[in-house]
């Protein structure tokens, strides 16, 4: 398996790899998976005193936890408070929002346990509207969060414009716990301090199958079985092996990024003063953010898949270069893509598969911050035998898969064209 070629890796020092599983090996609690969800998990597990190995099929981070932007959003993509309290309810509504809020603090936590250095920079995470509308939705959304003791704020379209240099924003909102990290130092940071507090952690292990024991739950894996009380399936978009129920109740959605060679300093102070990162609200959504060289990374989803892995990446470039005024002499130094995991209802789906069997995915896009707290939540109702900490719901398979994964292609094509007729009505200054 030869390595992604992600800015992350070819960035990022990696540990020599974890050792595989020995035949007949038990442990209290097995996570399939080693992206931020089953590290998180299997971290905090150990904390508490439970014996956890994690399970790898190939390398830690090599799912979208080691391939993502690394912009820490403590928000999801569509669900706002409003609409998590109508879907789940007061109560349930509160405890995910709860999740929610809590997951950038504790990202920029762990990584500074980590030793992260200048890979984390909690500088607060920016969300520009487009239009008027989305500034009057963002607006309420603001107060919303406000409400809820969080550090939320609205910047209007002056302020906006002071932070990136760019005029086309209605105002923006800010949310001072969020900020940007390198994923993949995040994902082995993580590892380490998991194998610190005494998880075991396996690469190279796919688990091809679970069967159901006595007392527990038999995983099968190419070095042979091992049994455990309680499982989690960490699974994210994947389809094969023991995550098929999992990943067929999500969408895969590919999402592309680049980074460019490094930004001059009076650029960068010009469209990052603070060094906050950005993701806008259009439908084609616009993000940018640096890296702890100067980096400018940003990313797209593509309208037609075939070939876009050679073609979008010098057009998210472009539109970089456009949006931002870049420098003409800014290139392409990185592009690579992952697979975000989507949900039909634009929440987390918490699952128990079976009795023993839990299962957790579907971030839709804004997993960073949200895993890492899910994680620990989990790990927390494991360690205490007590309740999982948000409703579950059975992992139905989504109807029509192989025609339904083309949906969010139409609802980008939809998106481009309301996108361009919203930008015709800049703000006045
Ligand atoms: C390109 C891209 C950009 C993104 N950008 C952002 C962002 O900027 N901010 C944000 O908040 N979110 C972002 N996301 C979403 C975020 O990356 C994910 O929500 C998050 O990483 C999911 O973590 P995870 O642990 O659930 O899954 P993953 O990191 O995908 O981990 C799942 C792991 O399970 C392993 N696995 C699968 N099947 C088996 C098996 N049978 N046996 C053993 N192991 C198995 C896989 O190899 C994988 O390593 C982005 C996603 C993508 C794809």
């Known amino acids: 398996m030869t390595t992604p070629p992600t800015l992350w890796h070819a960035t990022t020092a990696q540990p020599a790899p974890r050792p595989g599983l020995k035949a007949g090996a038990t442990t209290d609690v097995a996570i399939i998976g080693g992206g931020f969800l089953g590290l998180s998990c299997a971290l905090h597990l150990a904390l508490a005193g439970v014996s956890v190995r994690v399970l790898e099929a190939r390398r830690i981070g090599w799912g979208a936890s ?11 993509s569509r669900a706002d408070p409003m609409m998590i309290r109508a879907r789940l309810g007061a109560d349930a509504g509160a405890r995910l929002l709860d999740l929610v809020a809590q997951g950038g603090d504790m990202v920029f936590d762990l990584a500074r346990r980590a030793g992260l250095g200048a890979q984390a920079e909690q500088n607060g995470w920016l969300q520009p509207a487009h239009s008027a509308a989305m500034a009057q939705a963002l607006q309420v959304r603001v107060r919303d969060w406000q409400a809820l003791g969080r550090p939320v704020e609205w910047l209007d379209a002056r302020a906006m414009a002071a932070r990136s240099g760019m005029k086309l924003y209605y105002g923006a909102l ?18 380490q301090l998991a194998e610190d507090a005494g998880a075991m952690l396996h690469e190279e292990t796919p688990v091809t199958d679970l069967t159901r024991a006595s007392d527990g739950w038999t995983l099968s894996t190419p ?6 009380g309680r499982v989690l399936l ?8 023991a995550a098929r129920p999992l990943g067929r109740a999500v969408l895969p959605l590919t999402v592309h990024q680049i980074a460019t060679t490094p930004l001059d300093a009076d650029t960068v102070a010009r469209i990052a003063p603070n060094r906050e990162p950005a993701s806008d609200t259009r439908t084609n959504i616009f993000t940018w953010r640096l890296d702890a060289d100067n980096r400018l990374i940003s990313g797209g989803m593509a309208l037609v898949p075939l070939g876009a892995g050679t073609r979008l990446p010098q057009k998210i470039v472009q539109r970089a270069i456009r949006e931002l005024r870049l420098p003409a002499d800014i290139t392409l130094a990185h592009a690579w893509h992952g697979t975000a995991a989507m949900t039909t209802d634009a929440l987390p789906l918490l699952t128990e598969i079976a009795p023993g069997l839990t299962g957790a995915v579907g971030c839709n896009g804004r997993g960073v911050a949200f ?30 898969r192989p025609l339904a994964r083309h949906a969010p292609a139409l609802v980008l094509a939809r998106g481009l064209w309301s996108d361009a007729r919203a930008l015709r009505h800049p703000p006045t200054p």
């Open 223 to 228: 070095a042979g079985p091992l049994h455990a």
């Open 234 to 241: 960490a699974t994210n978009a994947e389809t094969r092996g």
């Open 174 to 191: 800010r949310d001072a716990s969020g900020g940007m990290i390198n994923p993949l130092a995040y994902a082995l940071g993580l590892a």
């Open 371 to 400: 895993t890492t707290a899910l994680g620990r939540a989990l790990a927390q109702a494991m360690a205490d035998n007590g309740p999982l900490p948000l409703p579950t719901k059975h992992p139905y398979p989504i109807p029509f």
């Open 66 to 76: 080691g391939r993502n932007a690394g912009f820490v959003v403590p928000h999801f």
